[in-house]
């Protein structure tokens, strides 16, 4: 069975950093796309990051360099680092999964998700 399993959400000061994980079972990652997307309250779903299964990089403009993907397929793994955050970046985060090269912040290329995880960023 297919499944990703999001963790390391939290509430966090603004400016203060996270790391999200996101686990995969049922399938290897190494052939596989990943994207990163959030949804905040009353929004819809965006594109925040992704990598593809050679490990090329996309981000959303809007970051600003601030957060960075990566994947250890040796934990079959991919993660978000999130530093300098702000109260804007209060969502839930997604991953998700593609069998496929390259990578896109399309919300239809991907044909698995995760169930999520809330970032909250307060003082």
């Known amino acids: 069975q297919v499944q990703l399993v999001e963790s390391g959400g939290g509430l966090v000061q603004p400016g203060g950093s996270l790391r999200l994980s996101c686990a995969a079972s049922?399938?290897?990652?190494?052939?596989?796309?990943i994207g990163w997307f959030r949804q905040a309250p009353g929004k819809i779903r965006e594109g925040v990051s992704c990598?593809?299964?050679?490990?090329?990089?996309v981000y959303a403009d809007s970051l600003a360099g601030r957060f960075t993907i990566s994947r250890d397929n040796a934990k079959n793994t991919v993660y978000l680092q999130m530093n300098s955050l702000k109260p804007d970046d209060t969502a839930v985060y997604y991953c998700?999964?593609?069998?496929?090269?390259?990578?896109?912040?399309?919300?239809?290329?991907?044909?698995?998700w995760g169930q999520g995880t809330q970032v909250t960023v307060s003082s």
């Open positions: 990598i593809s299964s050679n490990d090329g990089t």
């Open positions: 049922g399938f290897t990652l190494d052939d596989y796309a």
């Open positions: 998700a999964a593609v069998p496929s090269w390259p990578c896109s912040l399309g919300l239809t290329w991907y044909d698995y």
